[in-house]
């Protein structure tokens, strides 16, 4: 795995992804960006991978991609064809926000102090953001004369709201702590650092116990409702519920509330 990055998947179904950069704030470097992806994917088609945490050592979560590693760093000079950009973008953190987005398993991030632009965005492309009193989201695109990138455009307006997703990115509005909840940026946000991720460790743990591939499929329906019609919406509900009745955890979420206990979800 890529330096600066730790992937651990235990007995208990959760992949966990961990940045482990703090003097650079966790800015992505190339291999960590891709080594992001690669633990993804691979969670992804792997069955023992039920749910995934990402997660930061130190007090920041991520400043986002290192500008050394980036080829809007290069603009101006000699020979730059700005074209290299978007094929950038295309194989890079538009890639790991598609693939969180899309993933059919349960996503969740702990954040904790800065989260900046494509930093921002790696969080906010999980299911579940949990974050602390001193997590501080921050988009500064403006300042460097850049669009919105990493999938902002896109997930913003839906978590935010139109009006303040265009504050965020061309006025600079941060949010910070508690204000990210009410904002819907995030889901719950905890007392302390200590407190964020032991709680965010135990919401992946609960999720990976559950009925993954219902879970999944719920996910999607959901994630899709923005761009879907209620027709189509509903033609998608009754083939996903086709899909789900097809899985051996719905026989045993039924046999369990017959019995009257907790189901044991297999994820199959």
Not at 54 to 81: E, H, K, N, Y
Not at 131 to 147: I, M, N, Q, R
Not at 207 to 217: E, F, K, N, W
Request: charged residues 20%; negative net charge; proline residues 4%.
């Amino acid at each position: 795995m890529a330096a600066h990055l730790h992937v651990e998947t235990a007995d208990d179904g959760v992949c966990r992804i961990t940045l482990d950069r703090p003097d650079a704030k966790h800015a992505l470097t190339v291999a960590m960006r891709d080594g992001i992806v690669d633990a993804v994917r691979a969670g992804r088609s792997d069955p023992t991978v039920r749910a995934f945490l990402i997660r930061a050592t130190g007090d920041a979560f991520c400043a986002g991609m290192d500008l050394s590693a980036s080829t809007v760093s290069q603009a101006g000079q000699p020979g730059f064809d700005p074209r290299t950009t978007a094929e950038a973008l295309r194989i890079g953190v538009q890639t790991f926000i598609r693939e969180l987005w899309e993933m059919d398993k349960p996503t969740v991030a702990a954040v904790q102090g800065a989260a900046v632009g494509p930093g921002a965005h790696l969080a906010l492309a999980c299911d579940f953001v949990l974050v602390a009193p001193e997590t501080k989201f921050l988009w500064s695109f403006h300042k460097w004369g850049l669009v919105v990138d990493a999938g902002g455009a896109y997930l913003l307006p839906r978590l935010v709201g139109l009006p303040r997703a265009k504050a965020m990115v061309m006025l600079g509005e941060s949010c910070i702590g508690s204000d990210a909840v009410d904002a819907g940026l995030a889901y719950r946000c905890l007392p302390d650092r200590d407190t964020l991720a032991a709680e965010a460790d135990a919401l992946a743990v609960r999720l990976a116990s559950g009925p993954t591939r219902a879970l999944g499929l719920s996910k999607r329906l959901l994630n899709a409702s923005f761009e879907t019609e209620l027709g189509p919406s509903l033609e998608m509900e009754g083939a996903y519920q086709s899909l789900a009745t097809a899985s051996s955890d719905l026989v045993e979420g039924m046999t369990a509330f017959r019995e009257k206990r907790a189901a044991r979800f297999t994820g199959r």
